[in-house]
């Protein structure tokens, strides 16, 4: 039987990654799937690529503009939604197995609460789902059917080590990081970079606000925020290690000593294809790592100093409340002006911190509230750059 | 409900180890064992301590003579046989649960056949059962409501990861080795060798046979064997890397690209408790790997001239038959004659080599023809020494 999916950022990183692994799984005929839904944002000339390859019968962009070009380029019986309502109107189908939210950014946290209750299965790549509205979609989740499989490498890695034991049976999640491309330089320089320092990545090819995230650890933080929701663990039960490698995605240390781990290549194609594929591991031939070929594995502590960003942001996981909304928000802001050369990077944590303590927090937020909260903590972002609080040079 | 158990070879590290963590396992609340049983050799001393803490209902030694002295030591309820029929007895109580066979050799073959549709689970740290009888237990587990366990860390670390897959979709298990004490030293230097130099184990504390075996790669030779009755897998499927940390224990390579390892501490008592409890994880203190505090994890190939043995027993597993039996009684005889000084530890390459050269095979073994095949192979070695063919300085 053919998968129903809808796939929510199609034309992104790893929107376009599953739809590979999606047809190269029906082309070894191990599994096939139909697609009913793609939405992305305004890739419009991809999208519509798209829509002659697979063919689903519902699409969405970003706004009548991306809608009148699209138009023209595809059948008429597509029906092409647009906004956050197009987006919403995917997730809730009603008829997907599996809802794909590879969404980036905030814009994600809709769909997915809209998918829970209306899909079987929500393939989970938009981490802010968890981080900024972890308590709504874990309130939603309650004795509901559907099942949030994530697609991140590490919490795929964490959730592929899990099937080797029970949640109460866990001592400690271990998410390892790579320390991105400021690992090794001298600690005085790594406030002054610019974009394109940041955007070097060692290991994984990702997108630019993701790869900047993971120079300044604020991936890690909110990855720390996603595990805590995703798995139902306590903080103080997970745990982030350096490992420069990136071969060990994730680690679990179970409470009778033993430490599962899942490794790899650093390539985002095989953990969307076990979460597409779960419980099910079907055969591909993307490549292995070959551990002799490795120099050496090494694990280092996460440096406080070199990457003060994120305590901060775990730090507002723990407090909870609309702070790791703010936190969000802003960083999405912060990485904007970044990469629009307004800040330096030694801003992004300073910014992060005085936006935080200019939040008036709401400990149980609402969408609404979260909104609110998202929109104030960008304008707030702005507001410090234009005082001159933040940035200048 | 207290689990009944039945412990063979329980004086040796394995088996001590087993009461401690059945000890501390019920110390700690979390579960209850009734040990129904306890065999051992000649360490008639131990056996008494441990049948007056553990009351078994019945105990084995080797002989009349330990039987005497046992006698009068332990109260008159308790059953005591003796040899091979001792052993059995044990394995075929009918009662247990679980079987924990740590007999060391192929003295463990027999007790494995028996405890087959006796025992619930056989928790096998006998890898002479698989690697020897591996046909005839296999035959024997088929229909059959009994399950084999391994507790040898490595075949542990397997089970693990297998937790997190189906067996079709394993495309490889990859078996770690230590190296052993001659990972370093000079090739010209290691047929020279004696037993001081390859007692020295790196990591492991373990039995003085297994120990020179892991110099030799015997050991690994045997394990690859074993994991291929374990698993159910062919040859070709199962690697072997040196990882001279011994921190990852093994690990499998998945067909969809992941792989999944066991790690942690070079401790026993943690794949023994796993087997104890499988599929639960009890708490235990046991010491935690620190990733942090590791150097480094390297992995190299396995080099066939630094470890000539280890090709000749997995050959020797490929080829089938009783040719495993000869390479086991050979190396058996071989270690003996090492650890006495007799001969070098370059012979014991040689002897496995020469014993499989003078070997007839039988292709499709019995019971008996393999214990003939076990006995011939041992008079072999001795022959070939005492024909100083082997051996002499």
Request: proline share 5%.
């Amino acid at each position: 039987m053919a998968k129903d999916v809808v796939i929510l950022g199609s034309t992104g990183s790893i929107g376009t990654q599953t739809l590979e692994v999606l047809s190269s799984l029906e082309n070894s005929g191990q599994e096939s799937f139909n697609v009913l839904g793609l939405g992305c944002g305004t890739n419009v000339e991809l999208l519509a690529s798209q829509v002659k390859k697979f063919h689903p019968k519902v699409v969405s962009v970003k706004s009548n503009k991306e809608r009148e070009i699209l138009s023209r380029k595809i059948s008429r019986e597509v029906e092409i939604g647009t906004g956050r309502e197009g987006l919403d109107r995917l997730a809730s189908l009603g008829q997907a197995d599996k809802v794909i939210n590879a969404l980036v950014g905030f814009v994600g946290l809709e769909p997915t609460l809209k998918a829970i209750g209306n899909a079987d299965e929500i393939l989970l790549a938009n981490k802010e789902s968890l981080v900024v509205g972890g308590s709504l979609v874990d309130e939603k989740l309650q004795g509901c059917k559907t099942s949030v499989i994530p697609v991140d490498s590490e919490h795929n890695a964490i959730f592929q080590a899990l099937q080797a034991g029970e949640k109460e049976e866990v001592e400690e999640l271990i998410i390892t990081a790579s320390g991105g491309p400021f690992l090794s330089t001298p600690l005085e320089a790594i406030p002054e970079a610019g974009p394109e320092e940041a955007l070097d990545h060692p290991n994984w090819d990702m997108g630019s606000r993701i790869t900047c995230d993971s120079a300044s650890m604020v991936n890690k933080g909110l990855e720390v925020i996603e595990a805590h929701w995703l798995f139902g663990l306590p903080y103080e039960q997970i745990d982030t290690v350096v490992h420069p490698q990136s071969v060990v995605h994730s680690l679990v240390q179970y409470r009778d000593g033993s430490m599962v781990a899942e490794l790899g290549e650093p390539d985002m194609k095989v953990p969307i294809q076990y979460a597409l594929t779960y419980p099910k591991r079907l055969k591909n031939d993307y490549e292995r790592t070959n551990l002799v070929n490795l120099a050496r594995l090494e694990f280092k502590d996460l440096d406080p100093e070199r990457y003060p960003a994120f305590e901060i942001v775990v730090q507002a996981g723990k407090d909870g409340g609309d702070r790791p909304t703010a936190v969000n928000g802003a960083d999405e802001a912060l990485i904007d002006l970044f990469l629009d050369k307004k800040i330096k990077f030694g801003d992004i944590a300073r910014g992060l911190k005085q936006v935080l303590k200019n939040l008036n927090p709401t400990e149980n937020p609402t969408l609404e509230n979260l909104k609110q909260t998202d929109k104030w903590a960008r304008k707030k972002v702005n507001q410090l750059v234009n005082e001159g609080k933040l940035g200048g040079r």
